[in-house]
């Protein structure tokens, strides 16, 4: 019943973040307990060996919930901010004074940095990296309605005559060799762990495939919604049986101590 309660509260973290910019499902994976012997020989008063071993399990526990890093939907948003990534990568933000996390939410606004230069930044007005390392902050005097990127994250700025400047910045992507190892923060953000491993920067690894950034659409979670649901009734269904089995088993363990010589 444990078990079915981590799964009944998996799928509904699933259904809640149905309309979160990123978001990867998350499943939960069972594993069997111990397991009894009935029999403590394995052969009949013959000698002979028995074809089966009786045993009968203890039960079941929750082995791990893994994220399922499968492409999500574009969406067309018509903001020129709002990137999604089609491959494997991940943003690179900035949190905090050294931490680096990584998302797959690509819903970026313009933030006023201490420098006084502009920054692209998240949601939380985290500067997101470009593959140097450092945030992508662009010139005050620049109007970044005319910034834009071609699909290797590559910015570009628009002129006035309409002719084209090379900004020389490049939104940092990263890919993981486990990207199901990363940690879970809040925000959409995610943090390497030793499971996951070394972050990897497309822009030097050349083992890895480019990802493309496209410009006007965000990834939408890739939960599908009757999946979900149909989960969400196995679950609970197997949970009420759960619960009628240990009834039917106190019933019997009463009935077994009511008996009379």
Do not use: H, W
């Not at 574009?74 to 690179?92: P, S």
């Not at 201490?114 to 902050?137: F, K, Q, W």
């Not at 491993?197 to 822009?203: F, I, M, N, Q, V």
């Amino acid at each position: 019943m444990i078990a079915q309660q981590t799964a009944v509260d998996t799928i509904s973290n699933n259904l809640a973040n149905v309309n979160t910019t990123g978001y990867k499902k998350e499943t939960v994976e069972f594993k069997s307990l111990l397991y009894s012997k009935l029999q403590t020989k394995t052969e009949d008063n013959e000698g002979n060996p028995k074809p089966v071993i009786g045993q009968v399990g203890l039960g079941v526990r929750t082995a791990s919930v893994t994220s399922r890093f499968v492409q999500g939907n574009m969406t067309a948003t018509g903001n020129t901010l709002d990137f999604c990534i089609e491959g494997n990568g991940f943003f690179m933000v900035r949190t905090g004074e050294e931490g680096v996390a990584y998302t797959r939410a690509g819903n970026f606004n313009i933030s006023l940095a201490a420098s006084g230069n502009l920054t692209l930044a998240d949601a939380d007005g985290n500067p997101i990296l470009g593959t140097t390392g450092e945030a992508i902050e662009f010139d005050p005097g620049i109007s970044t309605a005319n910034v834009f990127i071609d699909e290797y994250g590559k910015f570009f700025y628009r002129n006035p005559d309409e002719t084209i400047t090379d900004l020389e910045m490049q939104v940092g992507l990263v890919q993981f060799n486990n990207p199901a190892g990363l940690e879970k923060i809040s925000g959409s953000l995610l943090v390497q762990s030793p499971a996951s491993g070394e972050p990897r920067l497309e822009a030097e690894d050349e083992a890895l495939k480019t990802s493309k950034v496209r410009s006007g659409y965000l990834e939408a979670s890739n939960v599908q919604t009757v999946d979900e649901m149909v989960n969400l009734i196995v679950a609970q269904r197997a949970y009420e049986m759960n619960s009628k089995i240990i009834n039917a088993s106190d019933e019997m363990l009463q009935q077994a101590n009511n008996l009379r010589r």
